[in-house]
Antibody
Framework: EMQLVESGGGLVQPGRSLRLSCAAS????????MHWVRQAPGKGLEWVSG????????DYADSVKGRFTISRDNAKNSLFLQLNSLRLEDLALYFC??????????????WGQGSLVTVSS | QSVLTQPPSASGTPGQRVTLSCSGD????????VTWYQHLPGSAPKLLIY???QRPSGVTGRFSGSKSGTSASLAISGLQSQDETDYYC???????????FGGGTKLTVL
C-alpha cells in the first residue's frame, strides 16, 4: 500500500526556519518526481515546489523562491523541504505529493495527509 | 488569488447531474491536460480525473471530465451525499513553470 507520511511541522516565529520531511513507502520512490503543495486556512491548494526523480530538475513557486529548498534522498525514500525566513503567510498545511512520472510535468497522483506549519509571534 | 478560476460553490439534489467549471488561459488549461481532485478538508486530496478526461482505477464512472479551449469541466452524475466536499482543478503552467490550481468549489448536496 502506498504511503506518504509528513513530519516536522510545528509552531515557529516569523523569520525562523523549519524542515519538513516526508517518508514514502509502497512504491519505487526513486522513479518518480515529488512535490510539496500547501493549503492555508480557508484557502485553496498552492503548489510550492517540485523535484525530479534524480534531483536534476527543481522548481519553486515565486512566493517561496529563495527561501525554501526542496531535496530528496532516494536511498532513504525521503523528501524534504527546508523552510527559511518564514513569514506569517507561510502558515499552512503542507502536503507531500507523488508525481505520476519522473519529471515535474507528470500528474500529482498521490497525496499525504499533511504537516501543519504555524507561523506566529 | 488562484491562477485557475472556479466558482466557490455549487449545489445539487441526490440523483442529479452537476457540472463544475474551471477556467484558465493559454499557458495552462489551453495547452496542458487538466487534473481534478476531490478534497475532504483534513484529509489527503484524491485524484479524480487526469489528462482532461481519464479516470484512475478505482474512481467511479459517475465522475467525468471534459475540456474545450481554456475551460474545463467536471461532471458528477447520480449525485450522492458522500459527494459533498471540495473539488479542485489543476494544470501545469508553461509560463510559471509549475503547477497551478483553482480556488476550489464547495459542492453541497441538498
Amino acid at each position: 500500500e502506498m504511503q506518504l507520511v509528513e513530519s516536522g511541522g510545528g509552531l515557529v516565529q516569523p523569520g525562523r526556519s523549519l524542515r519538513l520531511s516526508c517518508a514514502a513507502s509502497g512504491f519505487r520512490f526513486e522513479d518518480y518526481a515529488m512535490h510539496w503543495v500547501r493549503q492555508a486556512p480557508g484557502k485553496g491548494l498552492e503548489w510550492v515546489s517540485g523535484i525530479s526523480w534524480n534531483s536534476v530538475k527543481i522548481d519553486y513557486a515565486d512566493s517561496v523562491k529563495g527561501r525554501f529548498t526542496i531535496s530528496r534522498d532516494n536511498a532513504k525514500n525521503s523528501l524534504f523541504l527546508q523552510l527559511n525566513s518564514l513569514r506569517l503567510e507561510d502558515l499552512a498545511l503542507y502536503f507531500c505529493v507523488k508525481g505520476r512520472s519522473s519529471g515535474l510535468y507528470g500528474v500529482l497522483d498521490f497525496w499525504g495527509q499533511g504537516s501543519l506549519v504555524t507561523v506566529s509571534s | 488569488q488562484s491562477v485557475l478560476t472556479q466558482p466557490p460553490s455549487a449545489s445539487g439534489t441526490p440523483g442529479q447531474r452537476v457540472t463544475l467549471s474551471c477556467s484558465g488561459d493559454s499557458s495552462n488549461v489551453g495547452s496542458n491536460p487538466v487534473t481534478w481532485y476531490q478534497h475532504l478538508p483534513g484529509s489527503a486530496p484524491k485524484l479524480l480525473i487526469y489528462g482532461d478526461n481519464q479516470r484512475p482505477s478505482g474512481v467511479t464512472g459517475r465522475f467525468s471530465g471534459s475540456k474545450s479551449g481554456t475551460s474545463a469541466s467536471l461532471a458528477i452524475s447520480g449525485l450522492q451525499s458522500q459527494d459533498e466536499t471540495d473539488y479542485y482543478c489543476a494544470a501545469w503552467d508553461d509560463s510559471l513553470n509549475g503547477w497551478v490550481f483553482g480556488g476550489g468549489t464547495k459542492l453541497t448536496v441538498l
